[in-house]
Every structure is written in structure tokens, then in C-alpha cells.
């Protein structure tokens, strides 16, 4: 459950790039301690979305997700 709120609030803070490189994503999480594995089921839980440009890969939380 900290992993998800934490991904929720970190996709919809308006001090963040949205949507945001998941490499920073990862950084991010590993400093407060979440895994990637949690990682990953938080962001399936969250229904976090993801698109590939220019070889990144970049997450954000759809509209209709923001308020979950």
C-alpha cells in the first residue's frame, strides 16, 4: 500500500515532471526504500500508464487515475 500511495503522490505533484521518466521513477523509490518488485505492483495498482520516446521510457498516472 506505501508503495502505491507513494507512487500516486509522486505522479500527481505538481513540483514533478509529468509524466515522468521512469528511470527517476526508480531512483526515487529505491531512496525511500521500495523495491522494484513492489514498484511494479504499485504501479499496477495505480493503473499508471507508460510510453516509450527516444529509447525512455516515461510513466504518468491517466486523468481518470488522479483522484483513485
Not at 503522490?9 to 531512483?27: A, G, W
Not at 493503473?47 to 491517466?62: A, D, E, H, R
Request: hydrophobic share 40%.
Amino acid at each position: 500500500v506505501f508503495a502505491k500511495e507513494w507512487l500516486v503522490q509522486l505522479l500527481t505533484d505538481p513540483t514533478i515532471q509529468n509524466p515522468c521518466p521512469m528511470t527517476v521513477i526508480v531512483q526515487a523509490a529505491q531512496a525511500v526504500g521500495i523495491k522494484k518488485g513492489e514498484l511494479k505492483q504499485a504501479r499496477k495498482e495505480a493503473g499508471v500508464t507508460s510510453f516509450n520516446t527516444g529509447g525512455v521510457q516515461y510513466w504518468y498516472l491517466p486523468e481518470d487515475k488522479t483522484h483513485a
